[in-house]
């Protein structure tokens, strides 16, 4: 694997509404992150992803792009970009922007002039059919709910596909002339200074052809687009040539939002020379999941999530690099996921986030969690903003869920649960906005916020600091960024453990995954404790007693 400059830093994910709000409409904006990049240094993220800003009507959360080449007045200006740009830059922090391109909105000028000629040129942008006696032209489900075609406005005889919501028409990539546009677009924004992208569900933009159905997996008789995608060859093609126009022509960094990719093209991916510089591993927070939905989920255990990371990384393993998250918008909190319901506390945080940063690959920090935020409280669904959320409680109540158990199983994975607003202090809406936030903050915002834990140093904040620094540290940073992750024990319950292993030096993290202390035998005696999670570390240098979710990084 060839090293790139990307790979010693750790990165962050801004979402820009629930950041911070610098006018008061309630709304976070690119004022209130300028503001904030202070923060960002002290906290030493060196890459910053803002989800979408540009021109959009927010149906998905800015995920339904109007406009590639303007920033949403909500949001603010390209003034402000620019200089967001330029002072990340002054504190060595790049901005990297979300590419959504599988998709635009519907209120996109290249889809209204798609309505108006459906036969022209911007008809071709998009995949536009003939219902054929009324039928559409195959059964698949959008990612959303409901069917993937939706009729083409002021054309009852035709309809468009979108396999995301009905205000997001999907792009023709199979059309030049479209990809064309694409490029100019993302060679634009680099111009500009971004450190490079996030790229939206990109797997996405190549579909089987011709339209076909498939068997059903439910009772509405539709199947779920990861279906088709399995028939959909040559993806390739269009993300080789994105790549060789536009990223590799800047050494932009890029973070793929993967799923469903064929296992022999994973090496194409993020391998050396890859379409991407490294890609999201979702493979934990995909544990549990049904294809019915949300409220079939069961609950991961400790056990599958360790598992799931191994699993990754041994897939990634020399090839490439992965980024690791425990949570992002799309996610509920991960402190709330992974730790069993009523063992949330600053040590457990603190475990999960030592496991992500010692796993090889780029941690990716979503906001709050280094302050260790969780779900929140929903306790009616109109509390809820986001139209998967809505999506999920409907499919709950037809499976026959009474209102209460529905609201019960979206709230605990709902995508809202991550985008509250960020918390902090204790004033007034956690000092987010002095105006009314577009969505409720969390209510443990007195208990958990930045102001308290910035002089604490024994809280989550402090300690995330710490992880960042270990990455960092000339001692330790061969080791991190590049040591092989060997698992161990893995034949323990509740055990997750691993060396990482360099020429130089070998580390061995353990972590207790259980409320219960355990004991352990260590292969080789420890000679210095690197990283602990609490106060001390109980035994002796050849066999140790570990607290409930404790955790220690020791140098072997
Ligand atoms: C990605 C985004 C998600 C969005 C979807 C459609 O999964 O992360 O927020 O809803 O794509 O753009
Ligand atoms: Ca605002």
């Known amino acids: 694997m060839k090293k790139k400059w990307w790979h010693e830093k750790v990165a962050y994910q801004i979402y820009p509404k629930s950041f911070m709000d610098s006018n008061n409409d309630g709304i976070g904006d690119l004022r209130g992150i300028i503001g904030k990049l202070d923060y960002l240094q002290e906290l030493g993220v060196e890459i910053v992803w803002l989800s979408p800003i540009y021109c959009s009507p927010l149906a998905d959360q800015g995920y339904d792009i109007s406009d590639y080449y303007n920033i949403d007045p909500r949001f603010g200006t390209m003034e402000d970009m620019d200089e967001l740009i330029a002072e990340g830059k002054k504190r060595g922090i790049g901005i990297v922007m979300d590419l959504v391109v599988n998709h635009c909105s519907d209120e996109h000028e290249w889809f209204k002039k798609a309505c108006e000629d459906p036969d022209g040129q911007y008809g071709k942008y998009f995949y536009i059919e003939d219902m054929k006696d009324g039928k559409v032209p195959c059964n698949w489900r959008s990612y959303f709910g409901g069917s993937v075609w939706e009729p083409l406005p002021g054309h009852p005889d035709k309809c468009y596909l979108h396999l995301f919501h009905k205000k997001q028409p999907d792009l023709n990539w199979e059309n030049p002339q479209l990809r064309d546009e694409i490029y100019t677009m993302i060679n634009w924004w680099l111009e500009k200074g971004l450190a490079g992208f996030r790229i939206d569900a990109i797997i996405n933009i190549k579909k089987a052809l011709p339209w076909r159905d498939y068997e059903t997996d439910r009772d509405d008789g539709m199947i779920k687009p990861q279906r088709m995608l399995e028939d959909a060859v040559g993806i390739g093609e269009f993300l080789g040539e994105m790549r060789d126009r536009c990223f590799q022509v ?5 973070a793929g939002e993967v799923f469903n990719e064929k296992e022999e093209d994973f090496p194409d991916f993020i391998g050396d020379n890859g379409y991407f510089s490294t890609m999201y591993d979702f493979r934990a927070n995909n544990c549990g999941k049904s294809d019915k939905g ?6 991961v255990t400790p056990d599958q999530y360790r598992d799931s990371c191994f699993f990754s990384q041994k897939r990634a393993g020399d090839i490439g690099f992965y980024s690791n998250i425990i949570e992002n918008h799309d996610e509920p909190r991960g402190v709330s996921h992974y730790i069993p319901e009523g063992d949330q506390n600053d040590v457990s945080k603190k475990m999960l986030g030592t496991l992500m940063f010692m796993l090889k690959g780029l941690p990716f920090i979503y906001q709050g969690q280094e302050i260790g ?10 509390q809820i903003d986001d139209i998967s959320t809505l999506d999920e409680y409907q499919v709950a109540l037809n499976a026959g869920l009474t209102p209460e158990e529905a609201l019960k199983t979206v709230a605990a994975e ?10 902090w202090n204790d004033g007034v809406n956690a000092g987010f906005t002095e105006g009314t936030p577009w969505l409720q903050v969390n209510p443990n915002y007195t208990r958990i916020n930045l102001e308290s834990q910035r002089n604490d140093p024994d809280s989550v ?3 995330y600091r710490k992880l960042i620094a270990l990455r960092k540290d000339p001692e330790y940073k061969e080791t991190v960024v590049y040591g092989e992750l060997i698992p161990v024990w893995e034949d323990q319950s509740n055990l997750m453990a691993f060396y990482r292993k360099s020429e130089e030096k070998t580390l061995l993290v353990i972590a207790n995954f259980r409320r219960e202390p355990r004991t352990i035998k260590l292969d080789t005696p420890y000679k210095k404790i690197v990283l602990n999670n609490c106060p001390k570390l109980t035994g002796t240098d050849s066999e140790i007693t570990l607290e409930g979710y404790q955790v220690v990084i020791l140098e072997v």
Do not use: G, K
């Open 414 to 423: 709902s995508r809202d649960n991550a985008r509250t607003p960020f918390q």
């Open 294 to 299: 949300w409220y079939d989920r069961t609950p």
């Open 250 to 254: 800047y050494d932009a960094f890029t």
């Open 373 to 382: 935020m969780e779900n929140t409280t929903f306790t009616s669904i109109d």
């Open 461 to 463: 904040y402090q300690y």
